[in-house]
């Protein structure tokens, strides 16, 4: 069949509203991604209001209308392969390496919380390899939220935009109180113990317990330094994302020349009896707590420790070359990571038994001390340098969760799901400046206010979720639009690579499973706030509902001419073009 023929044939299948072809339930999947049809939108003359209602549920975004968006983006394009590795690495390495690994050892997995990082590593590598694919197909900023429209619907895209709200700003936060901890363990070290913070200013208002679940009053009045920290990153990323970018750069080298320092000094002064036993036995019969099933527990605590590698693709819109770019910048910092904190903790774990770091949010400051005590070095200068590299590195884990969390927001205002003040670009800076001054604001409420391990297992768990539907995104994709360039794609051919998201999906759902109970119910009341919100305003809203016509006419700024049109002038065939942000050339790409 010629061109014509076949153009001919889809203006005759798609710009009749009153005949509809029966079509099986497989071609009706495959149309809707297929085809970018503006009149499939609408309601129909026959369709009935629940029926309609429903259908919108899963109508997705095309990728070309995603493509469309992001040549039209006002932001700025300024971001190399280089600096998104480090915006990976900042984001990485933080609260997981200086908090929870101390907290995790102590609390489920002894020393063998060395396993634990590696199990949630090789979680984080399935999730690594299926972010990339889409960031090579989909450089748009968003994340698994716009992943999702584009495979599962405006639901579904919904549902995890509201999750990752729960994974970047309860994220943000937990580093918050982290960064409190080090910031006020800074000064006593410094001043000998002369210089004391009140924990009633320097220490979350509530207190939390886990098993029973319980909450009270701390007797604190406000973790002001958490609160002030993520006010002033708010107010970095406001001015600019290349300013953001250096100041990332710059305390992400110093957090990493003092990690290898921390490695290095300390692996002299192990003490062997410290790795006994490696996996301390169960001794309360709740099986969250040590044992083989605690180094699981243990890995979904940790697994916060990856949240960031995901955070380089909500950057996507300033990225100079996004789809080389981007799964550099992803697989590039989770490597780098990963050996990072497997030798970390096992220095960790030799210098102090595993003991001393119960309810210590400075387990770094406390594996130091423990070599002081037994050697007798004086090893001060060397819990000032990690006091300063733990600041350092918190910052930057601060500045790239409130990054994504702006970037999620302007994603889902721009399609209508929140107001439309969210998606307004500052006119000197090119940032989305109200979207990351509300985003600032709320998390530095949550530092001052709510406690690190309260905040940490929910933001896993939200993760957890958001990587399982991007796995499922990748494998829906690779059946539906298997026309798409992928710059990158996961090894192993047309279907034995697909084990690996698969793979992705399983330990997802395992690590979510073997949460405490009182996470996931938290992570389900989050949700159920997050429903309400979408029918109660993101549904009627949205702009696919209230204009989809429109919406389609914005994708078509950059259109070539011969794009066929139907009779009442909107595009019905498919998009036959290469966008700037796909195309060979880097210098083609707007700077």
Known sequence: MSLDEKTETKVVETTSHEHHHKETFFEGVTARYNKVDPHSYPRRPDETANRYWFRRLGQIKPVELLWGDAENSELKRAL????????????????????????????????????????????????????????????????????????????????????????????????????????????????????NLSPKWTEPTVKWVESPAQISYSGNYLNVPGFVI????????????????????????IKLVVILIFIFALSGFLDNSNFTPYIP??????????????????????????????????????????????????????????????????????????????????????????????????FKWLNILVA?????????????????????????????????????????????????LTVGTLTAIMAGVLPVDFLGNMTSVGTLLAFFIVHLGVIVLRFTRPDIERRFK???????????????????????????????????????????????????????????????KEGEKHMPATTVHDDAGYQVQEYDRVPETHQADPNTHRI
Not at 239 to 249: M, Y
Not at 324 to 331: E, F, S, T
Not at 519 to 530: D, E, Q, S, Y
């Open 490 to 552: 996961i090894p192993g051919g047309k279907y034995f690579s697909l084990i690996f998201p698969i793979c992705g999906m399983i330990i997802s759902v395992l690590l979510i499973a073997v949460a405490e109970v009182t996470t996931i119910w938290r992570l389900f009341v989050w949700m159920a706030i997050g429903w309400i919100i979408y029918f109660a305003y993101g549904i009627r809203h949205s702009r696919f509902h209230r204009d989809p016509i429109a919406r389609f």
């Open 281 to 378: 036995p169960n001794t309360t019969g709740d099986w969250h707590f040590f044992g083989v099933p605690g180094i699981f527990a243990a890995a979904t605590t940790v697994f916060f420790s990856y949240i960031g590698f995901d955070a380089v693709t909500t950057a996507a819109l300033e990225a100079k070359r996004p789809q080389r770019d981007l799964p550099i910048g992803i697989l590039g910092s989770l490597v780098i990571s990963t050996a990072l904190y497997l030798a970390f903790c096992t220095i960790m774990t030799g210098a102090a038994n595993y003991t001393e770091f119960k309810g210590s949010p400075v387990p770094a400051s406390v594996a130091v001390e423990a070599v002081i005590r037994r050697s007798g070095k004086n």
């Open 388 to 436: 300063i590299g733990a600041v350092c590195g918190l910052t930057s884990v601060l500045l790239i969760n409130l990054l994504a969390q702006s970037r999620v927001f302007y994603a889902m205002s721009q399609d209508g799901l929140f107001p439309p003040f969210f998606a307004k670009v500052h006119p000197k800076f090119k940032t989305p400046h109200l979207a990351t």
């Open 230 to 253: 993520i006010m002033l990153v708010t107010l970095i990323l406001i001015v600019g994302i290349r300013q953001s970018a250096v100041f990332n750069a710059i305390v992400v080298t």
């Open 80 to 195: 190399t392969a280089f600096q998104l590795v480090f915006v990976g690495i900042g984001a990485i390495i933080g609260t997981g390496i200086f908090v929870l690994s101390g907290l995790a050892a102590a609390n489920n997995a002894g020393p063998a919380v060395t396993l634990s990082f590696i199990i949630a590593a090789v979680a984080a590598a399935f999730a690594a390899l299926s972010y990339s694919e889409m960031a090579s197909m989909i450089p748009v900023a968003g994340s698994a939220y716009t992943y999702a429209y584009a495979t599962m619907g405006e639901f579904v895209a919904w549902t995890i935009g509201w999750d990752l709200i729960l994974e970047y700003m309860v994220g943000a936060a937990t580093v918050g109180v982290g960064w409190s901890g080090y910031f006020v363990k800074f000064f006593q070290v410094v001043s000998n113990g002369k210089i």
